[in-house]
């Protein structure tokens, strides 16, 4: 069977972040091990989804484009939430890097995703921020990345090639902060592997934008059995009017 669906972005990181709950090495983290979940606008819909209640989703942004490179004017009212075995537990962030281990996962946005795969993200902070804290202990220890990210930042250029040309730096004029590009390396979830994990069913990303509510969405082709493509048919459609939250910059 097959069917045609339209995603805004609301609606795609609402997707994606079922399909990251879902998502077997994240599933077996929270059973045994632990599972952080960085700051980011998916990764808002994405805790929701894993702790299974609303989160204040304007607090839990940092950095996101509107008009500019920008940050978010409450970033420093959240933080990462971190659970152990499922549950909750605050602790200073260079503790939660200290417990990392292998079968533990970090959850991280991006920025751009290439048509190979791979993820970057906009780095404005000196010390690489967030993924500066995380990517390299995890790469060490062989914590998993999960990286959330939308079809819609699509990129047509090479990540690699991105990260040698941008850096604060090297950028004379920018509208809002100036950023480097840190590839990503670890397990992305889109969409596509949001409706594959959640229904069995396969989808092609076929077109990108629109006006009014479209601005910003994507169109896929669902393909798969029956059941898997009503059922994904049915979740779409019911994700309509999801939203993103409201975000002041600071930039």
């Known amino acids: 069977m ?4 339209v995603l805004g972005p609301g609606a795609s990181k609402r997707l994606i972040a079922k399909g990251v709950a879902a ?3 994240v599933r077996r983290a929270l059973a ?3 599972v952080v979940i960085t700051l980011g606008t998916t990764n808002a819909a994405v805790a929701e989804e894993i702790l299974g209640r609303p989160i204040d989703r304007e607090a839990f942004a940092a950095g996101f ?3 500019r490179w920008n940050v978010a004017a409450r970033v420093s009212e959240a933080r990462e939430i971190v659970l152990r075995k499922g549950q909750p537990v605050v602790l200073p962030p260079q503790e939660i890097v200290e ?8 959850i991280k946005g991006g920025n751009a995703i290439d048509p190979w795969g791979t993820v970057g993200v906009l780095t404005a902070a000196k010390d690489g921020g967030t993924v500066g804290r995380y990517l390299s202990p995890a790469l060490a220890r062989g ?3 999960v990286i959330p990210i939308s079809l819609a930042k699509l990129v047509q250029t090479l990540i690699l090639d991105l990260a040698r040309e941008l850096g604060s730096g090297r950028i004379d004029l920018s509208m809002g902060l100036p950023a480097g590009m840190q590839p990503l390396v670890g397990e992305v979830v889109t969409e596509v592997e949001a ?3 959640l229904f069995g069913v396969s989808a092609l990303h076929v077109a990108s934008g629109g006006i009014g509510r479209g601005a910003g969405s994507i169109s896929l082709l669902l393909d798969g ?12 459609s019911s994700l309509v009017a999801e939203e993103d939250p409201p975000l002041e910059g600071a930039a």
């Open 23 to 25: 998502q077997p090495l």
């Open 32 to 34: 045994s091990g632990t």
């Open 99 to 106: 417990l990392l281990q292998v079968g533990d996962v970090v």
């Open 65 to 67: 484009v509107d008009d």
């Open 143 to 145: 914590v998993d990345l």
């Open 195 to 197: 409706l594959e994990i």
């Open 2 to 5: 097959k069917a045609t669906i």
């Open 225 to 236: 059995p029956e059941a898997g493509v009503q059922a994904a048919f049915t979740l779409a």
